[in-house]
């Protein structure tokens, strides 16, 4: 079979070109007189439309994944090669993204519109895009960058619009309109061929895993009327977030957090979204569009045959044996990030206290009146040394290894809320954020928090001066594609940092366990009844996957997540090197947005027409 041998390497994400036009556009621009002449000519563009250091991101339309093109002459070549490929029409503004000038500060501006368009290639596809353009100072204007993105395969359906099953839109559906269902009503109807499902022995897509990458792709495979089954080794929809500690919340907003196809997370619920928020939430989903997912199920080992372009799957149900077979099989698993990450200090055996790290940490309530140690100090960390003060410990001290970036909630929600919000579309928003290129988002990131931070450097002060060492400028995306965290999206705790009532110990590092607690490297000693470790988890996805699959197809698969050197995450949401085998997850808005783009590859196979991949970078002569 082939496939990936030489896997694509990583790149810096501080490396990648592109940043934001330093560009002034006063306010008596009209914008709606510029943007359309524009539009017009997408059909036969050559590098003079564009600034030299012009982008272009491409979602699937023309080159059947993700590519992020650099330069003027480079993405002259490449528009002209696709283009002769899929014979892109039709360009159209598109009035559900009316043309606007774009500010950032006070010396970056550009115009930007949206705009539709069709291919008639093989297959024939509607498509969108953004056009941004900037002065060239000569009295005309210039594409600073482009985006396109595949929108549907002509006549196969729009994997954004689900229609809920006739109950739940006649208001008579368990878990919605205020009718709360028990625990076992909801394991059973999701569950091993209930809720109106048979159990056939073949799918067109197997997905494994039930949280929202799994969920989100289960949504647009049921949009696009592709078979889909969903596994998950858990007892109930959401225990991915109901097994994690007790305290667990999300630390970006409920609008950012809604599934494919609806506003899953409405006015009723909190900002920041607790696990029962987010299980609630994932049950009425599955209820709602009767997605077919199989509960206590686990996939053991899956045997691909290359003659018959099919999976067979070994299943563990309810302690039963079952097999069946899929044409595609998607991973929504993480990023295979699974196996604990702690230190190994001496003298554990000496300890006289509970070690734990997050991954089996509840919740501190047996420790009331006794000291408790956190060793970490971002998302997690603060979580536990909250859930610490408020379960009544003698004390709390937050162990701090490096710096750490602090984002305060108020500055995401700032920069948010007018994409993510109650107002426009879920679908919209995705595809105004994250079509951008990863150097842009980057660069329109760093250029808004910043300049936030810049605004009260005294709350960052008053942390530091509380012995929290500081990144006051980080970089947010560094966190995510390159880290998978290690920030902190402040949401209150760090007040409680400021005022003692956790104490911080950032001066030196753990060297060795006492019978009470711990010693440090400038030999002080912490006492400790409790101490729990925030300090992440460990694993390669593909390596984790080599004993389901076999050590033969993940030979065959590119690693997952971290960017390549255009931006764009490596194996996530495309081609893998095996033709029916997907990665899904990220970010929730990761899952929600890109799994519709694995939704539409699997439906492009199955009707006969698989995306055509264009791997060729033209040189910029």
């Not at 985006?147 to 559906?173: C, F, M, Q, W, Y």
């Not at 949504?219 to 596994?231: D, I, N, Q, R, T």
């Not at 225990?239 to 009723?268: C, I």
């Not at 939704?599 to 002569?621: K, M, N, R, W």
Request: aromatic residues 10%.
């Amino acid at each position: 079979m082939k496939g990936i041998y030489k896997r694509t390497p990583a790149a810096s994400i501080t490396s990648l070109p592109g940043s934001l036009p330093v560009a002034h556009i006063s306010d008596d621009v009209d914008p709606a007189a510029i943007a359309p002449l524009f539009i017009k000519r997408l059909d036969s563009l050559s590098a003079g439309d564009f600034t030299n250091d012009a982008l272009w991101r491409d979602s699937f339309a023309l080159t059947g994944t993700l590519r992020t093109f650099f330069s003027a002459p480079v993405i002259d070549a490449a528009w002209k090669y696709v283009s002769s490929r899929h014979h892109p029409t039709g360009f159209t503004l598109n009035p559900d993204s009316p043309p606007r000038i774009a500010r950032h500060g006070l010396k970056r501006a550009w115009v930007e519109a949206g705009f539709t368009f069709e291919t008639d290639g093989q297959p024939q596809t509607k498509c969108s895009g953004f056009i941004s353009l900037v002065p060239d100072g000569k009295g005309g204007w210039r594409i600073w960058l482009l985006r396109t993105i595949l929108e549907e395969l002509k006549g196969h359906g729009n994997p954004d619009l689900l229609e809920p099953r006739a109950e739940v839109a006649n208001g008579t559906s368990n878990g919605i309109n205020g009718h709360a269902e028990t625990q076992g009503e909801a394991v059973n109807r999701t569950s091993n061929g209930v809720n109106g499902h048979a159990e056939p022995s073949h799918f067109d897509c197997v997905v494994i895993g039930a949280g929202q990458a799994g969920l989100g792709t289960a949504g647009h495979m049921k949009a696009l009327g592709v078979s889909c089954l969903v596994v998950d080794r858990n007892a109930r929809v959401g225990d991915n977030w109901m097994l994690r500690y007790d305290s667990v919340k999300l630390h970006t907003t409920r609008q950012y957090a809604h599934l494919p196809g609806e506003k899953t997370f409405g006015p009723e619920f909190p900002i920041f979204l607790g696990k029962k928020d987010l299980a609630t939430g994932y049950q009425r989903y599955v209820d709602r569009f009767d997605l077919n997912v199989w509960l206590s199920t686990e996939l053991e080992a899956s045997v691909w045959n290359e003659e018959e372009k099919t999976w067979t799957l070994k299943l563990r149900c309810r302690g039963e044996e079952k097999s069946i077979t899929a044409s595609h099989l998607v991973f929504a698993v993480g990023a295979g990030c699974t196996v604990p990450s702690m230190p190994n200090y001496p003298n554990s055996e000496n300890f006289k206290g509970t070690i734990l790290h997050s991954a089996d940490y509840k919740n501190p309530s047996e420790w009331k009146g006794k000291p408790g140690i956190v060793i970490g100090s971002a998302n997690t960390a603060h979580d536990v040394a909250e859930d610490m003060i408020e379960a009544g410990l003698s004390s709390v001290t937050m162990v701090q290894r490096g710096t750490t970036y602090v984002l305060p909630a108020e500055y995401y929600c700032r920069a948010t809320e007018p994409i993510w919000n109650d107002r426009i579309p879920t679908e919209l928003a995705d595809r105004l954020a994250m079509s951008i290129p990863t150097s842009v988002a980057r660069s329109i990131s760093l250029h808004g928090l910043h300049a936030m931070a810049r605004e009260e450097p005294e709350r960052f002060e008053a942390l530091e001066k509380a012995g929290f060492k500081t990144e006051r400028f980080g970089d947010l995306y560094q966190c995510l594609y390159e880290r998978f965290g290690g920030h902190y999206m402040d949401i209150g705790v760090s007040a409680k940092i400021v005022q003692g009532l956790i104490k911080m110990k950032s001066d030196a590092t753990p060297t060795r366990y006492t019978s009470n607690g711990l010693e440090f490297s400038d030999g002080t000693e912490i006492l400790a009844d409790i101490i729990v470790f925030t300090t992440g988890f460990l694993g390669n996805m593909r390596q984790w996957l080599a004993p389901i699959i076999g050590q033969d197809v993940a030979d065959r698969l590119e690693d997952y997540w971290l960017v390549d050197k255009e931006g764009e995450l490596r194996g996530a949401f495309k081609p893998t090197g095996h033709p029916a085998l997907w990665y899904m997850g990220g970010t929730i808005g990761h899952a929600r947005y890109y799994s519709r783009f694995v939704a539409l590859q699997i439906q492009a196979d199955l009707v006969g027409t698989p995306l055509e991949v264009y791997q060729a970078t033209p040189s910029a002569v």
